[in-house]
């Protein structure tokens, strides 16, 4: 079997998504998510312009030779652009394996070591009674696990936190890129924040009870003692984790927060490879691996990495917010269903207009994914659809402390 043809399509169905479609000469496409939230056109060019002409010819079953081709002979490596375009053709390529093989990925990924998939939702609320609301939304859609992110007083507006929950689901509850010409500009307390979230986890867990896998993401914004202040002000609110507590690219960083608090902690959705987590893992300084398959190489890659986790007790926690499209998500759910050392799975829904484009098969029942045993990943991309969608400038946020300093979003 032999390439003969690497798509790239870039749609816009209420957010921008960019798909690679390999084509070979027995007729069996692969698809591949490239979705970089904000800088999509970047690999969109390196996709075209640097990678599918060298694929034309190459034997699609040679997934780790191609893996290991595009890593090393682009001489400049890592990082999430050069990441997320290998993720693509790796996805891909496992697509169209698993499609000659007539079996849904995750067999050729060793089988089900489970029979569903605990997903969490992404519950938010400007103050207590919206974020009530919005935890028993997620319940009565069958979520079992969910993430808590509120307003703090004094902050205008904050990550995580819908502005307008879209209750019909027809929007996103919260898309973080915004379609502005230019990042909008939020603002950002880490004392206002430091004093409210205790208060938040007391009030949802007198509320709710002490059996809710509960979860918060800090998304990078405090410095190593102030996240060891927050894990351990939120020990008896026994959270499931506590996400990017810190930025992590000094990776010993998380040593002082380890010698504070017992609190779950969950790292790397903005890594690229596994070298990113190379002190984490071997130190145990984190129990959750965060990364997407669309931005750390691919199931190649990722296999490996959580394979390396596995070794330290660490498991997986994908990286799954509408900004990893249909197509990486479901190569994350083959992953997970797969892997031994699973922990949980993010899914934030699409909208029924990014559905429209990508047909999906994988469920959601009683709290559990399942990617479906259709041959490959289960995921079909409409490209009329997508056509009706283009690209539309939109960018993530950043954030000013109230002197003006620029701080982590
Ligand atoms: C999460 C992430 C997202 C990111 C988004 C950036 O935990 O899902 O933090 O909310 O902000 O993926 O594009
Ligand atoms: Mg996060």
Redesign the pocket.
């Known amino acids: 079997m032999k390439i003969v043809a690497a798509d790239i399509i870039v749609s816009s169905p209420d957010r921008n998504f960019v798909t690679l479609k390999i084509t070979t000469d027995e007729g069996i496409t692969g698809l591949g998510d490239a979705t970089l939230?904000?800088r999509e056109l970047s690999v969109a060019s390196y996709l075209r312009d640097h990678v599918a002409p060298l694929l034309m010819g190459r034997d699609p079953h040679r997934i780790e030779d191609t893996w290991q081709f595009l890593y090393r002979s682009a001489y400049w490596r890592r990082g999430p652009v050069t990441m997320a375009a290998i993720a693509a053709v790796d996805v891909a390529l496992w697509d169209i394996k698993a499609k000659a093989a007539g079996m849904p990925l995750y067999q050729l990924l060793g089988g089900a070591s489970r029979t569903g998939i605990m997903a969490y939702g992404?519950a938010s609320g400007r103050d207590i009674p919206e974020l009530f609301d919005s935890i028993r939304r997620h319940l009565d859609e069958g979520f079992r696990s969910i993430?808590v992110q509120t307003s703090v007083p004094g902050i205008n507006a904050v990550?995580?936190v819908a502005a307008q929950p879209s209750a019909t689901g027809q929007r996103y509850d919260?898309e973080?890129?915004q379609r502005t010409p230019l990042p909008v500009e939020e603002d950002w307390d880490t004392r206002a924040y430091l004093r409210h979230l205790p208060q938040v986890f007391e009030a949802v867990r007198s509320e709710f009870g002490p059996e809710l896998p509960l979860l918060h993401?800090g998304?990078h914004r405090m410095t190593p003692i102030q996240a060891a202040k927050l894990g351990k002000a939120l020990e008896p609110y026994d959270l499931f984790w506590l996400?990017?507590c810190t930025p992590a690219e000094n990776q010993e960083a998380l040593r002082l927060v380890r010698q504070h608090t017992t609190t779950p902690l969950a790292i790397g959705?903005v890594f690229n490879t596994v070298w990113d987590y190379q002190t984490l893992i071997r130190e145990q300084l984190i129990d959750y691996v965060?990364s997407a398959v669309t931005h750390t190489g691919g199931i190649t890659a990722m296999r490996k990495l959580l394979d390396f986790a596995a070794q330290y007790q660490i498991k997986s926690g994908i990286?799954?917010?509408t900004?990893?499209s249909p197509v990486g998500m479901a190569a994350a759910l083959h992953l997970d269903l797969a892997i031994h050392n699973f922990g949980i799975q993010?899914y934030?829904k699409h909208t029924p207009l990014a559905n429209e484009v990508f047909r999906q098969s994988f469920t959601f029942t009683d709290g559990y994914l399942h990617p479906g045993d259709q041959p490959g990943l289960g995921v079909e991309l409409d490209e009329e659809a997508a056509a009706r969608f283009p690209y539309e400038p939109a960018y993530?946020p950043f954030n000013r402390l109230k002197d003006g300093t620029v701080h982590d979003w």
């Open positions: 939230n904000g992404h993430r990550y995580g919260y973080p890129a993401d998304h996400e990017d959705e965060r990286h799954g917010p900004d990893i993010e934030m993530l």
